[in-house]
């Protein structure tokens, strides 16, 4: 199992989220507003002091738990929908997810999802 957590530009949701649901086998996500800063005083990155601080950007993330062999056609599809080529676009995290069980039914892993 895998979960694929993924920062994009609030605009972007949309097209993200028609671009999933055009999968055969989407499982699902679940959606949380988040602001964030990126990379700070770097190269691309944006890094402004404002009287209360960092100027944090509002973000979406997105947060997946699929089977292995469908992670990278779910990352895939995310990047292609939310690219801008803009700074700011926001990255894709997979990580390896040990045990997913479906509170209703108790099922496991792939069948939880």
């Known amino acids: 199992m895998k979960e694929i957590r993924a920062i994009i530009q609030p605009h972007m949701l949309g097209k993200v989220m028609r ?35 960092i100027d944090y950007h509002p973000k979406v993330t997105l947060d997946i738990y699929c089977a292995d062999d469908l992670a990278d056609t779910i990352a895939d599809e995310i990047r292609k929908a939310a690219h801008t080529g803009l700074a700011g676009d926001g990255c894709i995290i997979i990580t390896d997810v040990e045990r997913v069980v479906r509170v209703r039914t108790g099922e496991t892993q792939r069948d939880a999802v």
């Open 19 to 53: 671009a999933l649901h055009a999968l055969p086998h989407f499982p699902g996500v679940t959606v949380t507003e988040a602001r964030g800063q990126g990379r700070g005083r770097g190269s691309g990155g944006s890094y402004k002091i404002t009287e209360d601080g």
